[in-house]
Structures are given as structure tokens and as C-alpha cells.
């Protein structure tokens, strides 16, 4: 059962992924049949000297939330916020079932959250929210 409620999860996001592939299809193959429309070229310049701060390496992205639970996980998140200046963190799941946020609908439990965000403010790291994945419970699935 637990399955078929991953199946229809997956298969939401599946359809919602191909109609915006088709839309994006759509639009290219419009501008193609109608060459009329404008072309607009854009230039930036921006001199050599000036900083290109690298965000993208001040922020990782990790598996799933449920691992922010784990000991071993936590250890290795403040050795590199220690070592290597990690400031953000990114992973999906906060809602799935495993993490135990909706519990019956309309009964609601964020411990588990609230312990891993409590984690990261200790070490000053800033949890970087990524909405994913439908608790069974609101996705009307019968979870096992």
C-alpha cells in the first residue's frame, strides 16, 4: 500500500514535470514558426576587479531530512560549517512521513523539525527550506 501511495505521489510530480515540458516545447516551437517577434541583445560588463563572491559554495545541498536527525550527520554538518565555513544547508523531505510532522489530519507534530533547525541556529548555519514530498495523510493515501 505504502507503495501505491508513492506511486501516485511520483506520478503528481511526473505530470506536473511533463506539462512544463510541453509548455516550454509549445513556446519554442511558437517563437520558431513566427520569427516576427523582437530580438533583444543583451550586454553586461562589469570590470575584472570587482568581487564575484561564490555563494554556491556557502550553501550545500544534503539528502534527505530525516538524516538531519542522525548523530553521525550532525557531527559532519559542524565539522564543515568549522572547517570550511558552511553557512547554509538545503534538503528535501521536511514534510514525508518519516519525520512525523502530520500525524492525522488536521494533528500536527514539529518536533522533529524543531530539533534539527535548533541544531543548525546553535551552529549558525541557516536551513535553506525546500517544500517537498505530500505526507500520506494529505495525499489521501492509507499509509502502513
Not at 516550454?24 to 513566427?34: E, F, K, T, Y
Given at each position: 500500500?505504502?507503495?501505491?501511495?508513492?506511486?501516485?505521489?511520483?506520478?503528481?510530480?511526473a505530470?506536473v514535470?511533463?506539462?512544463?515540458?510541453?509548455a516550454?516545447?509549445?513556446?519554442?516551437?511558437?517563437?520558431?514558426?513566427?520569427?516576427?517577434?523582437?530580438?533583444?541583445n543583451?550586454?553586461?560588463?562589469?570590470?575584472?576587479?570587482?568581487?564575484?563572491?561564490?555563494k554556491?559554495?556557502?550553501c550545500?545541498?544534503?539528502?534527505?531530512?530525516?538524516?538531519?536527525l542522525?548523530?553521525?550527520?550532525?557531527?559532519h554538518?559542524?565539522?564543515?560549517?568549522?572547517?570550511?565555513?558552511l553557512?547554509?544547508?538545503?534538503?528535501?523531505?521536511?514534510?514525508?512521513?518519516?519525520?512525523?510532522?502530520?500525524q492525522?489530519?488536521?494533528?500536527?507534530?514539529?518536533?522533529?523539525?524543531?530539533?534539527?533547525?535548533?541544531?543548525?541556529v546553535?551552529?549558525?548555519?541557516?536551513?535553506?527550506?525546500?517544500?517537498?514530498?505530500?505526507?500520506?495523510?494529505?495525499?489521501?493515501?492509507?499509509?502502513?
Amino acid at each position: 500500500m505504502k507503495t501505491a501511495c508513492r506511486a501516485r505521489r511520483a506520478l503528481g510530480g511526473a505530470l506536473v514535470a511533463a506539462a512544463v515540458v510541453a509548455a516550454v516545447l509549445a513556446c519554442l516551437a511558437s517563437a520558431s514558426a513566427n520569427p516576427s517577434y523582437p530580438v533583444v541583445n543583451v550586454t553586461v560588463s562589469m570590470p575584472s576587479s570587482a568581487p564575484f563572491p561564490h555563494k554556491w559554495k556557502e550553501c550545500w545541498g544534503s539528502g534527505h531530512a530525516a538524516l538531519t536527525l542522525r548523530a553521525d550527520w550532525r557531527a559532519h554538518l559542524q565539522r564543515a560549517q568549522l572547517e570550511l565555513g558552511l553557512r547554509g544547508v538545503r534538503y528535501h523531505g521536511l514534510f514525508d512521513d518519516d519525520m512525523g510532522v502530520v500525524q492525522a489530519t488536521g494533528t500536527y507534530n514539529f518536533t522533529a523539525i524543531d530539533s534539527t533547525w535548533d541544531y543548525f541556529v546553535q551552529l549558525g548555519v541557516k536551513p535553506v527550506v525546500e517544500l517537498s514530498f505530500m505526507p500520506c495523510v494529505l495525499a489521501n493515501c492509507r499509509c502502513v
